[in-house]
């Protein structure tokens, strides 16, 4: 029952990033197969989903951060 109340909270205040890590991993196992430097890109594309999840989590408009990035 502990585990449920967790992971209902853990779903509630950090959905976005959860989201985010989850489609950076799944992009990243359908671009590569196991070696080294494939390794380092799957990292890469859990570290760009955690940043968007996060962003969505504090509720900013990730057009607008796009926008600002490549200004």
Partial sequence: MEVD???AELWRN??????GILLGFLFALFVVSFNFWKAIFITLCICIGFYIG???DN???IKKS??????
Avoid at 14 to 19: A, F, L, T, V
Avoid at 66 to 71: G, S
Wanted: aromatic share 10%; hydrophobic share 45%; net charge positive.
């Fill in 5 to 7: 109340k967790f992971l």
């Fill in 14 to 19: 950090h959905r976005g990033k959860i989201i």
């Fill in 54 to 56: 996060k962003k969505i």
């Fill in 59 to 61: 509720k900013v408009d």
């Fill in 66 to 71: 796009v926008e600002n990035l490549f200004r």
